[in-house]
């Protein structure tokens, strides 16, 4: 099958990687060269153009395409507006990615075949999981790229998610919360921790080896 992926950041880049390792041709593009260099080796084509152009997309035949998969990281206007025109240009399935609920219901309004939620639906999937019995201590996603259980020490007791700014700092993702038989997806920033419990984190290896030392 033939994709494209439009906004080759940290999930672009995995869906481009995936897609080619199993046989299928993917065009790759963005508008930062460096950003389509890193997946020169792992994608049939890549094209550098502005994706709310809609003559640079005709040009690169983007109607040709099984998919088109929006994972545009940076500037939610622009990953619904790229959706927009995909969708007005006749594209047969449009697939999105959004960072919040809210650009979920606008890129739903606009007519994206299907809308996803990253880190919400790789929580819920964990939290399945949990409940089913099948404790996740480590989900290995690609070589540098982790889903691992971190247990809170003493010392951040009674600090807030918010406070410590775990995003900012280390680049990672909570997913979830445990505590006792308790779970918490996607807990919010105003959400303290307790000593003894356990955050079900997405991220770099490196990113969670320094969040290890931190808690």
């Given at each position: 099958?033939?994709?494209?992926?439009?906004?080759?950041?940290r999930?672009?880049?995995?869906?481009?990687?995936?897609?080619?390792?199993m046989g299928h041709?993917v065009?790759?593009?963005?508008?930062?060269?460096d950003?389509l260099?890193?997946?020169?080796?792992s994608?049939?084509?890549?094209?550098?153009?502005d994706s709310?152009?809609?003559?640079?997309l005709?040009?690169?035949?983007?109607?040709?395409?099984?998919?088109?998969?929006?994972?545009i990281?940076?500037?939610?206007?622009?990953?619904?507006?790229?959706?927009?025109?995909?969708?007005?240009?006749?594209?047969r399935?449009v697939?999105?990615k959004?960072s919040g609920?809210?650009?979920?219901?606008v890129?739903?309004?606009v007519?994206a075949?299907?809308?996803?939620?990253?880190?919400?639906d790789?929580?819920?999937?964990?939290?399945?999981s949990?409940?089913?019995?099948?404790?996740?201590d480590?989900?290995?996603?690609?070589?540098?790229l982790?889903?691992?259980?971190?247990s809170v020490?003493?010392?951040?007791?009674?600090?807030?998610?918010?406070d410590?700014?775990?995003r900012?700092?280390?680049?990672?993702?909570?997913?979830?919360?445990?505590?006792d038989?308790?779970?918490?997806?996607?807990?919010?920033?105003?959400?303290?921790?307790?000593a003894?419990?356990?955050?079900?984190?997405?991220?770099?290896?490196?990113?969670?080896?320094?969040?290890?030392?931190?808690?």
């Amino acid at each position: 099958m033939d994709f494209a992926v439009i906004g080759i950041g940290r999930f672009g880049s995995a869906v481009v990687r995936t897609l080619y390792e199993m046989g299928h041709h993917v065009l790759a593009i963005d508008r930062d060269e460096d950003a389509l260099r890193s997946v020169q080796d792992s994608s049939t084509h890549s094209v550098q153009l502005d994706s709310t152009d809609p003559e640079a997309l005709r040009a690169v035949g983007i109607t040709n395409f099984d998919a088109v998969v929006v994972s545009i990281g940076a500037g939610v206007q622009e990953s619904i507006l790229t959706t927009l025109l995909l969708k007005e240009m006749g594209c047969r399935k449009v697939v999105s990615k959004a960072s919040g609920e809210l650009q979920a219901r606008v890129l739903e309004k606009v007519g994206a075949d299907l809308v996803i939620r990253p880190e919400r639906d790789m929580a819920v999937r964990v939290a399945r999981s949990l409940a089913s019995g099948h404790v996740v201590d480590l989900l290995e996603l690609s070589p540098n790229l982790l889903v691992e259980e971190v247990s809170v020490g003493p010392r951040v007791n009674g600090k807030s998610l918010g406070d410590l700014d775990l995003r900012s700092r280390y680049g990672v993702s909570i997913l979830l919360l445990k505590r006792d038989s308790q779970i918490v997806v996607v807990p919010g920033g105003e959400t303290e921790l307790r000593a003894g419990d356990v955050l079900v984190v997405f991220g770099e290896k490196q990113a969670l080896a320094k969040l290890e030392s931190s808690l």
